[in-house]
């Protein structure tokens, strides 16, 4: 497929849709190499998926080295933040808990990149953003609920996954997880804005942050090698949803808003909750699924071509 041939807001929707189905596969993956540090997860998950990313991009990377250069300030940046990322998203999960850490995280990003907008490129809030957004944060509290409370249920007490400075500490974590991401989504679509092609971005500020990540992976990753299913593990989180997933992104980010980027994004956590019933044996509760069908309402209010105004339509006639 060459995704040139795809423009549009709908297309670029859809990339970031599919991403978004691939990054849902992340959790479950992760349940089977439990003895693998959250940090370790994430190192070796984005930092090798980086580093892929920048390898298949060695070329534009070379013929847009300039520009690149000329943007040293906004790369950095988007690096940094590729490089945080991992690293408080799967640790805001192992303190918080699977449900709470992904909601926060993947839930708070449209806010955050909106912000982002808001104040750096005076963007200001479109309807329809604001109604997908609202659909969608709520559908993703909705399932956070509904998995605590199943959670609980099936514990005896109303917190079983740590005390309550570790469930502080989660949500915390969680936030900078999406603050992080809300950054490097708008530090690539920013780049990509101003006329560099995608596979460069995505290549630069993934493969530079992939670096970051080496040292992390050097001090936590020997668990990866202490069994094969460990090792399987990690290569499939940094090759499908890492690798492919950010492909897929960089696609969608030359295409949409880093805000409707994000927002599209917490069909993640929809996936995540399938995944979870299917593959793992989890059970949710009716109102998981309320919030799931909310989550897939914002989705079609952010996916679904908008119809030409009746003043453009009469414009157009009239010429």
């Not at 609980?152 to 005390?163: I, L, M, P, Q």
Request: proline fraction near 5%; charged fraction near 10%.
């Amino acid at each position: 497929m060459k995704p040139a041939r795809y423009q549009g807001t709908t297309w670029g929707a859809l990339f970031v849709l599919a991403a978004s189905v691939l990054w849902g596969t992340t959790g479950t993956a992760a349940t089977f190499a439990p003895e693998v540090s959250p940090l370790a997860i994430g190192a070796a998950a984005m930092g090798f998926g980086g580093l892929l990313q920048a390898a298949i991009a060695a070329r534009p990377m070379l013929a847009f080295s300039p520009s690149l250069r000329g943007n040293w300030a906004t790369v950095g940046l988007g690096a940094l933040a590729v490089a945080l990322y991992p690293l408080a998203f799967y640790s805001s999960m192992h303190l918080a808990g699977v449900a709470v850490g992904t909601v926060v995280s993947i839930g708070s990003a449209p806010l955050a990149s909106a912000v982002v907008e808001r104040v750096v490129d005076k963007r200001p809030f479109t309807r329809r953003w604001t109604v997908g957004a609202v659909l969608g944060v709520s559908g993703a509290v909705l399932l956070c609920l509904a998995e605590g409370l199943a959670e609980a249920g099936n514990s005896g007490e109303a917190r079983a996954t740590g005390s309550a400075w570790e469930s502080s500490a989660g949500i915390a974590l969680g936030l900078l997880a999406g603050l992080t991401y809300a950054l490097y989504s708008w530090a690539a679509h920013r780049l990509i804005s101003t006329g560099l092609p995608s596979r460069a971005v995505m290549g630069t500020v993934f493969g530079v942050g992939g670096l970051m990540l080496m040292p992390v992976l050097a001090a936590t990753g020997a668990p990866f090698l202490a069994s094969p299913q460990n090792f399987a593990v990690g290569a499939y989180m940094a090759i499908v949803p890492m690798f492919a997933g950010y492909v897929l992104f960089g696609w969608g980010l030359a295409r949409v808003r880093a805000s409707t980027a994000t927002t599209v994004s917490l069909a993640e956590t929809v996936v995540a909750a399938v995944l979870a019933v299917v593959v793992v044996g989890e059970r949710l509760p009716a109102l998981a699924w309320v919030g799931a069908a909310l989550i897939t309402g914002s989705l079609f209010v952010l996916t679904l071509p908008v119809a030409p105004s009746r003043r453009r339509l009469m414009a157009e006639v009239g010429r």
